[in-house]
């Protein structure tokens, strides 16, 4: 019977033999090759793109698991519900590292705060604080002294409300660098003083005005913090709410 089957199956032409090939071994191929391109294309429109497989894609979370993260010569334990993005809970070394809070109690993420995290609100709560290697050799008195002053219509300033004093700039065109903010300086709660801009704006411009302070952490490393110009009146307790936070997430290098 075996000897039967196999002589139904062979033939030969010329004296070389041909073997008779299975009807669906090509069809079953080609039905492979297309469910593997339907799984690529599935895939690419689907699936995680690039920035979602860097971890650059906004995903705020409610877990507070803390991550051990250094920038230059400060060691700071993050909670995960302080950060946006994933690449900023990945433990290790970098050079900038932001941060988000909620004002006033400095608080993370919350669906009820979501708003505020993903969000550019021109009356946003949110806090924006980057620690970052310093990258200009003045601490922030030298900047004001140096940099900033020489560029002010008016060196002596005008005082203003909520313990500020107002400098605007002449109009030096973009090379100047500030030709769309004001600078206002304060004592700090720590009896520093504080240098703060102001972006001019209107609410519902495509990005809200904003008021940021740079200050010197250590001689490695500086804070940024950015909030929304609505809340400039409470710039002294967000400052001093700022430095309060961000010394509660320092540890240190050795521990």
Known sequence: MARGRETQERYT?????IREESSWRYPLTIFLITLLLCAVFLYL????????????????TLSDDRSRIAVGDVVLNVPANHTVYPRDRRPGEREVLPLYAAWPRMEGYTPARRADFTEDRPNSRRIDIVLEEKRV?????ERFDVLYLPHATDPAGTPQEHGLTLYTFSGGGPASGYEDRVMFTGEAADGSRAVLFC?????????????YRTYDLTSEVTVRYRFKTPHLADWR???ARVHDFVEGLRVEAGS
């Open 13 to 17: 032409a010329g004296g070389e033999e």
């Open 45 to 60: 429109y689907v699936g995680p793109g690039v920035d979602e497989l860097q971890g650059a894609t906004p995903k705020p």
């Open 237 to 239: 307790r967000i400052d």
């Open 199 to 211: 972006y001019e704006g209107e609410a519902d411009d495509p990005v809200p005005p904003e008021c």
């Open 137 to 141: 050799p003045f601490n922030e008195d």
